[in-house]
């Protein structure tokens, strides 16, 4: 604990950090119309994630990269979660599909996810071309959130004006008249 009452970050495993940082970045999703609870209720979350550094961990998670050893149990670990086709030379395949994701430069949060999301979306063995497509994705929504994650503190000094407003809240059609 520190002086603050709030609780040092420590460092965030990849599997996690990209779901926590959604609750994390939460208040970006929250329209005008949000009723001011909410509003401080998200508020708090993001503003203790920020004071503690949890932020800073999140970032560090989901930028970093694969060791080679973490690469190859992941690929292994989705190549093993499926029956190999019939006349398909594993070996040939595994090599081409290392190849090409290493290529993709995707982090290990990207690339959990992404092998998450085959096992629980492929019946059969996903192709190369069904891997690249789900590592490229969760590659540009892990890269969104770091955007996000960054972009925090600037975030909460909006919604500590908000929460802090007496007034309500201006609708979408008040602020631009057309």
């Given at each position: 604990m520190t002086g603050t009452g709030l609780t040092p970050y420590r460092p965030v495993e990849g599997a996690v950090a990209l779901s926590r940082a959604l609750e994390v970045t939460g208040i970006w999703q929250m329209g005008r119309e949000a009723p001011r609870e909410a509003v401080q209720a998200r508020h708090a979350v993001a503003a203790a994630a920020v004071a503690n550094g949890e932020v800073t961990a999140l970032v560090a998670a989901l930028e970093a990269k694969p060791t080679p050893k973490e690469f190859a149990v992941l690929l292994d670990n989705l190549l093993g979660s499926f029956a190999p086709r019939k006349d398909q030379n594993m070996q040939v395949f595994s090599k081409m599909l290392a190849m090409d994701v290493a290529g993709v430069g995707a982090s290990r949060a990207a690339l959990e996810a992404a092998c998450k999301a085959l096992?629980?979306?492929?019946?059969?063995?996903?192709?190369?071309?069904?891997?690249?497509?789900?590592?490229?994705?969760?590659?540009?929504?892990?890269?969104?959130?770091?955007?996000?994650?960054?972009?925090?503190?600037?975030?909460?000094?909006?919604?500590?004006?908000?929460?802090?407003?007496?007034?309500?809240?201006?609708?979408?059609?008040?602020?631009?008249?057309?």
């Open positions: 096992r629980a979306s492929c019946t059969f063995l996903p192709s190369i071309e069904e891997v690249l497509e789900a590592v490229k994705w969760q590659k540009q929504v892990c890269e969104a959130r770091v955007r996000l994650l960054e972009r925090l503190p600037a975030r909460i000094a909006a919604a500590e004006a908000v929460i802090n407003s007496k007034d309500e809240l201006p609708t979408i059609s008040e602020e631009n008249p057309k």
